[in-house]
């Protein structure tokens, strides 16, 4: 028999594109692949990338540049593109990296196995189309047990065009995937293992697929998983605050098994500033909902994303998302330096200096890293639930996430990863919570 193959694979971005990799790499496992931690002994390597910010593409150009002396001490070693920049770019990636044997879009990554057949007779391989068949039916299926903790992906694309985001033009129309499918593979996930499931999509609270009866919408689907012995945790992101409807907002406070914990970008928190985006809710509205989610469940740990600098943000605009983050009160941020991407409405806009982008960063950051550190200290002397994941640096030591997602280690905790505790919160580090069993 021989050694399986080695496949080494490189994820940039959200939290879908780990997902994606995973993916990749079952349905490169029927092909006799193995997944490898360390580049230089791999086979294959695949880069998954992301186009959201910045020179995405420039980024995965040198990148390629770096496994040049890769491919010299190997020539047998084949070299891939996925992702985003992949959908993005397509062939112009073969033609500017001879090195690049194949590209595949984040659509029709389930070809995958044929493409490497391709590849192996010494061809290119270049695939990006928006395929008719779902590329979650036609993966291999695999029985391997997983860790406590998985992404289920139960949507993808957007509809919602706004006016600095690539995600509508690189992951296509919005489509949610059958509720029917979702609940039978989060039944395997928990068989195999798995405790903690979060549903992902870029806008994952527009979600409306096919259920047992009828269309399901996030709510109810997170209803329907909640009945699936063993799995004891469901967390979804991200969210739009304009399809935060009823159903989900109530299941914040009627769903034990929903964490309290929720991304809910808002970008800017000047009224012209999201028009001007596209966004098409006002700061009002959203601190309306943040008020009633919190009615719903009172711990609710807020999390967002920010832009700074976007095209004609005034400092009165800039000033008044400070005061929506100081009314919020957030105990996670992402913030952003707003990055002009070809093709969308605001890239051909006046853009602000690179100077003002940079201070208005360092302010908000400043801010919101107050109120993380300030959500921290405020769990400890409190008791939470935490999944336990793996052994900590030091010995005895077990690591694992909060209901709040917080990092917790616990000292001298005898216990395997999956198991689920109430942890007394002793003290607050820099990235994480210090506790002991309760
Ligand atoms: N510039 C800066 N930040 C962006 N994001 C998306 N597009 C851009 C852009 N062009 C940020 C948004 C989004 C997150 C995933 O990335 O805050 O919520
Ligand atoms: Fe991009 Fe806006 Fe869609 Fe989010 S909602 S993926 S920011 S277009």
Same mark, same amino acid.
């Not at 009314?327 to 200096?353: E, M, N």
């Not at 769990?379 to 996430?401: D, I, S, T, W, Y």
């Given at each position: 028999?021989?050694?399986?193959? @080695? ?60 496994? @040049?002396?890769? @491919? ?66 036609? =993966? ?77 919408? =996030? ?55 999201? @028009? ?60 952003? &330096? ?51 994941? &793996? ?9 694992? &996430? ?37």
């Amino acid at each position: 028999m021989t050694a399986p193959r @080695k496949l080494f694979i490189k994820t940039y971005g959200c939290q879908m594109n780990v997902y994606d990799s995973e993916r990749m790499a079952e349905a490169l496992g029927a092909s006799g692949y193995v997944t490898t931690e360390r580049p230089e002994e791999a086979d294959m390597i695949l880069l998954n990338t992301c186009h959201i910010r910045e020179k995405a593409s420039e980024k995965v150009f040198s990148e390629l540049g770096r496994l @040049k002396p890769l @491919k010299a001490a190997n020539p047998d070693l084949k070299i891939g593109v996925a992702g985003c920049v992949a959908q993005a770019e397509g062939a112009e990636i073969l033609r500017r990296a001879p090195l690049v044997d194949l590209v595949v879009g984040p659509q029709t990554y389930h070809r995958l196995p044929a493409m490497e057949a391709e590849i192996r007779k010494g061809n290119r391989a270049l695939d990006t189309d928006f395929p008719t068949e779902d590329k979650f039916d036609n =993966l291999p299926k695999t029985r391997a047990k997983r860790g406590p903790t998985a992404f289920l992906t139960v949507q993808e694309g957007c509809d919602k065009f706004c006016a600095f985001c690539v995600v509508p033009y690189t992951r296509g129309a919005e489509v949610s995937r059958p509720a029917t499918r979702l609940l039978a593979e989060a039944r395997d996930l928990a068989d195999r293992g798995v405790r903690e499931i979060t549903l992902l999509g870029q806008n994952v609270n527009a979600y409306h697929g096919a259920g047992p009866d009828g269309d399901w919408s =996030l709510a109810r689907l997170i209803r329907g998983l909640a009945r699936i012995d063993g799995l004891a945790r469901i967390r979804y992101t991200t969210s739009h605050p304009n399809d935060m409807t009823d159903d989900l907002i109530e299941a914040h406070g009627l769903e034990p098994k929903l964490m309290p914990y929720l991304h809910l970008p808002v970008q800017s928190g000047s009224d012209r500033i999201l @028009k001007a985006m596209n966004r098409k809710h006002t700061a009002d509205q959203y601190l309306g909902l943040i008020d009633r989610l919190r009615a719903a469940r009172p711990d609710l740990l807020l999390s967002g994303d920010f832009i700074v600098g976007f095209p004609g943000e005034s400092d009165a605009d800039f000033e008044a998302t400070m005061d929506l983050v100081r009314a919020v009160g957030y105990g996670q941020a992402y913030s952003f &330096k707003y990055s002009a991407r070809p093709g969308t409405p605001a890239a051909d806009r006046p853009q602000l200096s690179a100077a003002v982008l940079d201070e208005r960063l360092q302010r908000l950051q400043a801010l919101l890293s107050e109120q993380q550190r300030a959500a921290q200290e405020a769990m400890v002397g409190h008791e939470v639930g935490v999944l336990f994941e &793996k052994p900590g640096r030091m010995p005895g030591q077990m690591v694992g &996430k909060s209901d709040h997602l917080h990092a917790v280690h616990v000292a001298g905790a005898d216990l395997q990863p999956g198991a689920i505790r109430r942890v007394r919160i002793t003290g607050s580090a820099s990235h994480s919570l210090a506790g002991a069993l309760a």
